[in-house]
């Protein structure tokens, strides 16, 4: 099982940033990728921004250029940067792991995802 602990929510002004970290907890071994999942108010939840165990990563259109996802080498912590917030990037901000079970390509095998708790963001006009 891998379990995850956000922090760094809370509320800004507009322009301002603000620095999100997730820590895991568990089979941490277990981790391909982690990542940031968002629900703004009135919308479904939307994926963030996504890095891999490579380094490789991936953001939604809306926030490239302004957040900036890291992680440590061991795997155990990701990183949000998010500058230049702007009033539509409030909303509850999880945190997300891809991990799996089994050896990858035996019959063992099982993709699994964790969620964090979430944490607020919001950011005042």
């Known amino acids: 099982q891998v379990r995850l602990v956000e922090s760094g929510g809370g509320l800004v002004q507009a322009g301002g940033s603000l620095r999100l970290a997730c820590a895991a907890f568990?089979?941490?071994?277990?981790?391909?990728?982690m990542g940031w999942e968002r629900e703004r108010p009135g919308e479904q939840r939307e994926p963030v921004a996504r890095v891999t165990n490579s380094g490789t990563t991936n953001y939604t259109d809306s926030v490239k250029g302004r957040f900036t996802i890291s992680k440590d080498s061991d795997k155990s912590t990701v990183y949000l940067q998010m500058n230049n917030l702007k009033p539509e990037d409030t909303g509850l901000y999880y945190c997300t792991a891809d991990w799996s079970q089994g050896p990858r390509g035996s019959y063992y095998y099982i993709p699994r995802k964790s969620w964090g708790q979430g944490t607020q963001v919001t950011v005042s006009s």
């Open positions: 568990g089979s941490i071994r277990s981790i391909n990728a």
